[in-house]
T-cell receptor
Framework: DVKVTQSSRYLVKRTGEKVFLECVQDMDHENMFWYRQDPGLGLRLIYFSYDVKMKEKGDIPEGYSVSREKKERFSLILESASTNQTSMYLC????????????FGSGTRLTVV | EDQVTQSPEALRLQEGESSSLNCSYTVSGLRGLFWYRQDPGKGPEFLFTLYSAGEEKEKERLKATLTKKESFLHITAPKPEDSATYLCAVQAYDYKLSFGAGTTVTVRA
């Protein structure tokens, strides 16, 4: 069964901490994405990557960075966590020309206190 | 900028009561329109892809249709297990998906 695995389901961090969210996919997909999901706002794209060591800003990149050193792994970094970054974070991957859209992970519920 | 609007925000149905969800969109070059189902605490799960106006796809009690400006997800004779949030997304030629805020469907037995 193909998968996108996010390292943590629930995470509680303090304001100002550096936070790493890890995502691994086993489908050899070229494309990987990070979204955050908030009630009433839907899914908003933070960053995405079309290939190893490549990254592109999405719609809301401020306060975040990413790293993609290997094809299967895409990390989201909160440089200095703030309370307005409390959210559900979803990682997804896709093949370059996939008609199935994205395959999503189960999400990480991050709370910043 | 690509925009996706879903309505209604929430839908409460009695078991067996058919209804439709709406997804209206504006996109610069539609590559595909996607429907996902999301259960609480989980990531979205793929349902359908529609590529061109007039296309229809079916899966069990769900049927998705597409026009040039909107898509409908019809739920026929729903069961409690159809309760979920249904997400619509459009994909432009840069492969990015833009999502609507979703419609939360609750089906009572």
């Amino acid at each position: 069964d193909v998968k996108v695995t996010q390292s943590s389901r629930y995470l509680v961090k303090r304001t100002g901490e550096k936070v790493f969210l890890e995502c691994v996919q086993d489908m050899d997909h070229e494309n990987m994405f990070w979204y955050r999901q908030d009630p009433g706002l839907g899914l908003r794209l933070i960053y995405f990557s079309y290939d190893v060591k490549m990254k592109e800003k999405g719609d809301i990149p401020e306060g975040y960075s990413v790293s993609r050193e290997k094809k299967e792994r895409f990390s989201l970094i909160l440089e200095s966590a703030s309370t307005n970054q409390t959210s559900m974070y979803l990682c997804a991957s896709s093949h370059g020309d996939s008609g199935y859209g994205y395959t999503f992970g189960s999400g990480t519920r991050l709370t910043v206190v | 900028e690509d925009q996706v609007t879903q309505s209604p925000e929430a839908l409460r149905l009695q078991e067996g009561e058919s209804s439709s969800l709406n997804c209206s969109y504006t996109v610069s070059g539609l590559r595909g329109l996607f429907w996902y189902r999301q259960d609480p605490g989980k990531g979205p799960e793929f349902l359908f892809t529609l590529y061109s106006a007039g296309e229809e796809k079916e899966k069990e009690r769900l049927k998705a249709t597409l026009t040039k400006k909107e898509s409908f997800l019809h739920i026929t004779a729903p069961k409690p297990e159809d309760s979920a949030t249904y997400l619509c997304a459009v994909q432009a030629y840069d492969y990015k998906l833009s999502f609507g805020a979703g419609t939360t469907v609750t089906v009572r037995a």
